[in-house]
């Protein structure tokens, strides 16, 4: 039987011959009646009919004992009795609290602007300022308006299962509303015992991970040929506009079939609250309507007592969404259980696809509407690939997974799929490029690469050879992605020359043979190493050079970090990267710059003092930087001298020099190039480069935040300059107070430099920070290090790169020039397309990287990444990365903050996240867009990065953040690793109370735990239990004030809570299975991050437990939204 429409029928009527035997008529579906056409000597029938594809009222004919119901002509005008109060439209009250409108630029190339963010009031917790649309008796577009019977004043009672009293609240006086995800003042409802007899099945049930209550569907089974009243509609079918308070949608969609049907449990706060709408229980389909027999032989509905006499429904057929039961023959408008085939001639029904509606495109084929109702048609809803799945971002709350998120594979062929590029090197937001420009701008989804080119890596190929085989034409090097015309030719697969091979390519190192070249590792791996030849060095290799900078001021003394630093770098002095040649000096500074002579004929260090800063000179013309291993005693000399030199009454000067100590440090390594380390603890007030204090503590919470921008050039004129020589500055802030990170950073931000910041750092009061400066130090005095660097990054023809982000300096078009690379270094670039992707199937990018290793080798390392191009609308939704899509939008933000405002660059993003799902949308139908969110799996994320990066000092605005901490958090975005930024947008929740070895992973015979990843919400946290936080720069292990104390006593050495230290930020090592597996465990995400990030203990009383509280990002706080209202703002601006 064809469900298609009629050629010469009405619109979606449903049309087939007579039947043997009679007429038989059609099952109705759910949500209205359905009958056959009359046929030969019938009748026909007395009441309208109602087609799954035709908007109009769904009517059924009169029950026994009941009136009929109330006509709808087709004007619009009910018959009936006048509609309530919520039916007729009564607007709740308008917020008053909104930003003006703007005009704001998005991210993207293409026009468009988009309302501004609503603004949130400072009320209590329970208060949303963020209202959605009113609710109103107007229908969608092309349908009648419709009318609801009054609506019954009776509460509806909360699901039992809702015990507010486990979940801690942070703040005196609140309690945590699981339904909402955040804290409301009061106290909680007394009366969430069971619910009353006669009230409504519970629909939701608490997330097992802790989070906000998931939605429990009422299963109906079979089919039923009775239809609920107009206005009545079925409760597994009400729309999640009407859920959310959003507005009136009065056609069910397959969409909002997950949604709970009772309106108070996902009423927002602050929206107005009106009575619930009263509706006869869920019958399933073989429950008769009020006021008619039952047969005898009929199961009753699931969750409702059976009749006189009749045993409970034992095997209930699964309501929407769910996967049938096995060996269950399929009921009308019911897909068949595993093994049992359709019945013959069933209509569309639950599960089944309808007939399309007049107007919408048959061609399916490339939509992701089309796939879902495919799949719906057969009854596999649930078997839909994931890839292929629509998200409603508005029921899928618990959105994190326990694994962690994998990228997408780009689709290629095995052979190719194979020798690609690691994604935690290489990584596009698109795994599948567009063929042309106008596709990229129909997708409106951002172009761009992240590239790790120096990560360390366990494997790398190092290949040493007299010739470096490269295309004639682009000077690409040749890779697993070319193509060989023959033994001799090969094509390049970025400029698509054809290139001669030479004899020596055909021998493979490693077999010591000759052969064919697919053979070579240059053709097996990705990434690659070559040992460069004489012709690739300008001059000798430089060897590597090492001179600290190291202020000490009466500030600096008084925090007591020289003390830390000399005992860190007199241990790893002999782990520095370097051989024979390699050269160490030191420079102090106060008002004076301080120089230190360590020539090997010496017994003792000398020091040289240069006061006048405003023309600083070298003293000596040699030995002040010495070699390591013939000054090594000397050297040991100063460090353990300079803790106590300077504490003398003499030298207590409270003056930094800051900008002559680094002008003499650039001409004393003109020669050589080198690293430069600076270490910093207060604002330079002396000399070249002085600062003034231009924070204002009142203005920290503005929406305006000011002073994102350089006070002076003349730090970054040094660090220019400092490229030019191969000199590289890193610099480690440890300030106590306003530092102005924003001009200081410029000394590092154009020489490849990097920056670190350890606010508040003490060594008697703020021990965390003094861990976590140690444990960087040691990591940034061994890690491998680059000499003279430059990398160039080539794409495809028809591909172009026209912005970089990142610490270096842009010496040509596509050439970046980095004095010193290093394996935590990152950079981004955006890509676009100038011509059509027409010359091959794939597109690749290359990006080398040429430096002179530690031991004096020049090296080219090569990464090379292919992806295949397509003309696909839904392949290129499907193939997003998420993570690398809000990575770059992370470091296009941070531009569009420093060079316009904080604000626009709010706007900005979530401009570009209400375009991706708007593309998206664009894609589906009317009914699967109507009051939802839908995503594709590929951006199902993408909110909440972007809710989670508005919420990050580098943009957040309304919360106090210091200057110098929105500053640094800004540098973090644009040059952190993708691995390390995305651990600080969304941290890791781990419960560590329930340890146990099940689900652990084997290391060297060692079990290590792996407990579940917990949503970022305060629903989450139990105060019965512990949790671990991982944030990437720290660990946060919260404890809640009801813990056991058998935990407290196994894990701190403690008797129970109250006796439990505020502040503690170690673990005793104890012999019981608890601490080992929590110590275990902590090391673990530890191994897996290049320093060693401090534990930090925090009680639940803690007057700190700020610190942990606001990486719940999933939470409302009283100046940003909840992950929650943020999908409603997204739902509305999709509509305007």
Not at 25 to 33: D, E, I, L, T, V
Not at 733 to 754: E, K, V
Not at 934 to 950: G, I
Request: net charge neutral; with cysteine.
């Amino acid at each position: 039987m064809s469900w298609n429409q009629p050629p010469n029928g009405q619109p979606g009527m449903m049309q087939r011959p007579p039947m043997p035997g009679g007429p038989v008529s059609a099952p109705p579906m759910p949500g209205g009646h359905i009958s056959a056409p009359p046929m030969p000597g019938q009748q026909p029938p007395r009441y309208p009919t109602f087609s799954h594809s035709v908007s109009g009222p769904m009517l059924r004919p009169p029950l026994p004992g009941q009136h009929p119901p109330a006509l709808q002509p087709s004007d619009g005008k009910s018959i009936g009795p006048p509609p309530s109060n919520i039916a007729g439209g009564m607007k709740p009250p308008q917020n008053q609290n909104t930003f003006p409108p703007t005009s704001i630029g998005r991210f993207s190339s293409h026009p468009g602007t988009a309302p501004p963010l609503p603004s949130v009031s400072t009320q209590s917790r329970g208060d949303y300022s963020a209202q959605g649309p009113p609710i109103s008796n107007g229908a969608p577009s092309g349908f009648p308006p419709m009318t609801r019977p009054p609506q019954s004043n009776a509460p509806i009672s909360e699901p039992s299962s809702l015990n507010t009293s486990r979940v801690p609240s942070p703040i005196p006086n609140q309690h945590f509303d699981a339904l909402e995800g955040q804290f409301r003042s009061g106290t909680p409802n007394s009366n969430l015992g069971t619910p009353p007899p006669g009230s409504p099945v519970p629909l939701s049930t608490p997330s097992p991970r802790g989070g906000p209550l998931r939605p429990n569907f009422p299963q109906a089974s079979g089919s039923s040929n009775w239809a609920p009243p107009r206005g009545h509609p079925p409760s597994n079918l009400v729309s999640s506009a009407n859920m959310a308070g959003l507005g009136n949608s009065n056609f069910p969609s397959t969409m909002a079939a997950q949604q709970p049907s009772s309106p108070a449990l996902y009423q927002p706060a602050g929206q107005p609250q009106f009575p619930p709408v009263s509706r006869p229980p869920m019958l399933s389909s073989n429950a008769m309507a009020p006021g008619m027999p039952r047969a005898a032989s009929a199961p009753t509905a699931l969750g409702y007592p059976p009749g006189q006499g009749l045993p409970p429904h034992l095997n209930p057929a699964p309501g929407p969404g769910l996967p049938p039961s096995a060996n269950t023959p399929p009921g009308p408008n019911l897909p068949p259980g595993p093994g049992v085939p359709p019945r013959p001639g069933a209509p569309p029904g639950v599960g089944y696809a309808a007939p399309p509606a007049p107007g919408l495109n048959h061609n399916t084929q490339n939509s992701i509407y089309g796939v879902n109702n495919q799949f719906s048609s057969m009854g596999l809803q649930n078997q839909v690939p994931l890839e292929l799945r629509t998200f409603n971002l508005l029921q899928e709350r618990n959105i994190l997974t326990d694994s962690p998120v994998v990228p997408p594979v780009p689709n290629l062929p095995d052979h190719l799929k194979r020798n690609n590029c690691s994604p935690d090197i290489f990584r596009c937001t698109l795994s599948a490029l567009p063929q042309s420009n106008s596709l990229l701008q129909k997708s409106r989804l951002p172009l761009g690469i992240l590239i790790h080119p120096f990560k360390d890596l366990s494997h790398l190929p190092v290949i040493q050879s007299s010739v470096i085989v490269r295309c004639r034409a682009c000077r690409t090097y040749i890779n697993p992605f070319v193509s060989f015309i023959d033994q001799r030719r090969w094509r390049c697969n970025l400029c698509f020359r054809a290139n001669e091979l030479p004899d020596e390519f055909n021998f493979d190192p490693v077999t010591k043979s000759y052969g064919s070249p697919e053979r070579r590792p240059e053709i097996k791996s990705a990434t690659i190493e070559f040992i460069a030849p004489s012709e690739y060095m300008l001059r000798p290799p430089q060897p590597c050079v090492y001179l600290f900078l190291l202020d000490v001021s009466y500030t600096a003394l008084q925090t007591g970090y020289l003390q830390s630093f000399c005992e860190v770098l007199a241990a790893e002095i002999d782990k520095l990267p370097g051989d024979s040649r390699t050269l160490i000096g030191f420079i102090t500074y106060n008002s004076s710059v301080h120089f230190y002579n360590l020539s090997e004929e010496l017994s003792t260090p000398q020091m040289h003092v240069v006061s006048d800063v405003d023309d600083v000179f070298l003293p000596l013309p040699d030995g002040l930087v010495a070699n390591l291993q013939g000054s090594r005693a000397l050297i040991n000399q100063l460090l353990e001298q300079l803790p106590t030199f300077h504490q003398d009454e003499y030298y207590k000067d409270d003056g930094s020099a800051l900008g002559a100590a680094l002008q003499a440090a650039v001409k004393l390594l003109s020669a050589s190039g080198g690293r430069v380390t600076v270490v910093q603890t207060s604002i330079p007030n002396t000399g070249p480069g002085k600062l003034q204090n231009r924070e204002d503590p009142n203005q920290r919470a503005s929406s305006k935040p000011a002073n994102l921008q350089p006070a002076t050039d003349f730090y970054k004129m040094l660090s220019l300059e400092a490229a030019g020589q191969q000199i590289a500055i890193d610099m480690f802030l440890l300030n106590t107070q306003y530092i102005d990170h924003a001009s200081l950073g410029g000394a590092a931000r154009h020489c490849g430099g990097c920056l670190y910041s350890y606010p508040g750092f003490h060594n008697m009061h703020n021990p965390a920070e003094v861990e976590r400066f140690e444990a960087d130090l040691k990591r940034y005095l061994n890690r491998k290090i680059g000499l003279e660097a430059v990398m160039r990054v080539r794409c495809t023809k028809g591909l172009a790169i026209h912005t970089f982000h990142g610490n270096f300096f842009v010496r040509s078009t596509d050439l970046l020039s980095l004095p010193n690379i290093n394996p935590d270094a990152g950079f981004g670039m955006q890509v676009s397309i100038e011509d059509n992707l027409t010359d091959s199937p794939y597109a690749a990018f290359q990006a080398a990287l040429l430096y002179t290793s530690s031991k004096g080798e020049r090296r080219i390392r090569v990464h090379t990444l292919c992806l295949p191009v397509t003309t696909s609308l839904t392949d290129i939704i499907n193939s997003v990365d998420q993570q690398a899509m809000i990575g770059l939008l992370a470091k296009m933000a941070v531009d569009r903050s420093i060079n316009t405002a904080v604000s626009d660059a709010r706007e900005a993003l979530v401009n570009a996240c209400v375009d991706a799902l708007g593309a998206y949308g664009a894609t589906l139908g009317n009914q699967q867009r109507m009051g939802a969110v839908p995503s594709p799996y590929s951006l199902r994320l993408l909110p909440l990065y972007v809710s989670a990066m508005l919420k990050h000092p580098s943009l957040r605005l309304g919360v106090s953040t210091k200057t110098d901490d929105r500053v640094h958090a800004m540098d973090d975005c644009k040059a952190l690793p993708l691995s390390q930024l995305m651990l600080q947008l969304v941290p890791e929740l781990y419960p560590v109370h329930i340890l146990t070895d099940e689900g652990g992973i084997l290391k060297e015979d060692i079990v290590i735990p792996q407990p579940p990843r917990l949503a970022l919400n305060s629903g989450s946290i139990d105060r019965n239990g512990a949790f671990l936080l991982d944030t990437g720069t720290y660990l946060y292990l919260w404890v809640g004030s009801a813990i056991s104390p058998t935990f407290c006593s196994q894990v701190f050495n403690r008797p129970d809570f109250s006796s439990l230290e505020d502040g503690l930020c170690d673990l005793p090592e104890l012999e019981n299975e608890m601490s080992e597996r929590l110590r275990l465990f902590i090391s673990h995400l530890t191994d897996r991050k290049p320093g060693s990030p401090p534990l930090i203990i925090v009680r639940e009383d803690s007057r700190n437990r700020h610190v942990f509280i606001q990486y719940m990002i999933e939470d409302k706080t009283e100046s940003s939204m909840s992950y929650y209202e943020f999908l409603q703002h997204i739902q509305k601006q999709q509509k305007s």
